[in-house]
């Protein structure tokens, strides 16, 4: 029973495998298509350790947009929005009466 699932199943697998990973391995057959990839390329090359440069227009509308979402969720001035939040659950207080630890 095992051995017909890998059978029906491996041929699925590579198949999926390879219509995912083919399009990644050919290169362009368009030249132009060609071109706007290598000067991608180049382009991240260049710049700062493969990341692409943000403009100062880019970086004043990202810093607007986090000034927004912290007034609509809490944040205010020294809150780092971009980090996960960290949460700490104190150990609840019990108390336990004198009759209940006769019982």
Do not use: C, W
């Amino acid at each position: 029973m095992l051995s017909q699932r890998i059978v029906v199943s491996v041929p699925k697998l590579l198949k999926r495998n390879f219509g995912v990973a083919a399009p990644a391995l050919q290169k362009a057959s368009d030249p132009i298509q060609q071109l706007f990839l290598d000067k991608i390329r180049e382009y991240k090359s260049k710049s700062s350790g493969g990341k692409l440069e943000k403009s100062p227009e880019i970086l004043k509308e990202i810093k607007s947009e986090h000034e927004k979402l912290a007034k609509q969720y809490g944040g205010g001035e020294g809150v780092d929005m971009t980090s996960f939040p960290k949460f700490s659950f104190p150990e609840p207080k019990v108390e336990i009466s004198h009759t209940q630890e006769k019982q």
